[in-house]
């Protein structure tokens, strides 16, 4: 195949679109994050990217059959405008793919006449949280001063050594282009898939750009995780010598 193919599924037209990307990384929480806007709003899907650039795989669905890694673009109408939403099970497995697959990306999004980025993802702290900020780095002043209204932080030198992948360079060459992109990466102990990061991040863009969804998948994931995540929490106190919650019932 050749280095980069664009499969087009579909063209419709677009009002005022946004590009909002969520593919694979820290806590995964991008990737969570549009994938609960996928299935909460209708969605159809326009552009498959096919690359030798993704890992030399195929996933199999449950009716058994399979399908070669790629990224997917799909169009979400919204009330007031509509959203291109980039998923995906893979980033680029080298630097080169990495920033070929991005200008694909930039590409598809200036054809349906997307001026504006938003790259979803999530910041590790290194410890498990209990609330969640969402941490951000955009293009120009003006877009920072926005986002700051709406609660995001910017905080020098966070995240430390940058923001690599694709987040990172939908923003440096989405800049190149005279787009105006914002990576918004929820906090996450970066130790487990975070489904309350990713919905901090998602309440962040409802702000922004002015939709509703609901939680209450999200918020099964979450309860899901955080049974994991005691339990991850349990063992670390049974190997440091600390009593568990079981233990303290019996203390006093």
Same mark, same amino acid.
């Given at each position: 195949m050749d280095e980069l193919d664009i499969e087009t599924v579909a063209d419709p037209d677009l009002r005022d679109p946004v590009l909002v990307e969520g593919l694979p990384g820290v806590g995964h929480v991008g990737k969570l994050a549009v994938e609960h806007l996928l299935e909460e709003k209708e969605s159809e899907l326009v552009r498959r990217v096919y690359s030798e650039h993704f890992?030399?795989?195929?996933t199999v669905s449950?009716?058994?059959?399979?399908? @070669?890694?790629?990224?997917e673009i799909h169009a979400v109408e919204l009330d007031d405008r509509d959203l291109l939403i980039l998923t995906g099970d893979n980033q680029a497995s080298d630097n080169a793919g990495h920033y070929r697959?991005?200008?694909a990306f930039l590409d598809v999004a200036e054809s349906f006449g997307v001026e504006t980025v938003y790259a979803l993802g999530g910041v590790p702290t290194g410890e498990l949280m209990d609330e969640y900020a969402v941490v951000g780095a955009a293009t120009d002043t003006e877009f920072v001063e926005e986002l700051v209204d709406v609660g995001v932080e910017f905080r020098e030198d966070e995240p430390a050594g940058g923001i690599v992948g694709t987040s990172g360079l939908l923003l440096g060459l989405g800049e190149r282009r005279g787009l105006r992109a914002t990576c918004l990466m929820g906090e996450t102990s970066?130790? @487990?898939?975070?489904?309350?990061?990713?919905?901090?991040v998602l309440e962040v863009l409802e702000d922004v750009l002015g939709f509703e969804v609901e939680y209450d998948s999200l918020e099964e994931r979450a309860d899901d995780m955080e049974d994991v995540a005691n339990k991850i929490q349990e063992m670390e106190n049974q190997q440091s010598g600390m009593p568990t919650d079981e233990n303290l019932r019996y203390i006093g």
């Open positions: 890992p030399p795989q195929v449950d009716d058994g059959t399979t399908e @070669l890694a790629c990224a697959l991005t200008d970066g130790y @487990l898939v975070d489904p309350k990061s990713a919905r901090a």
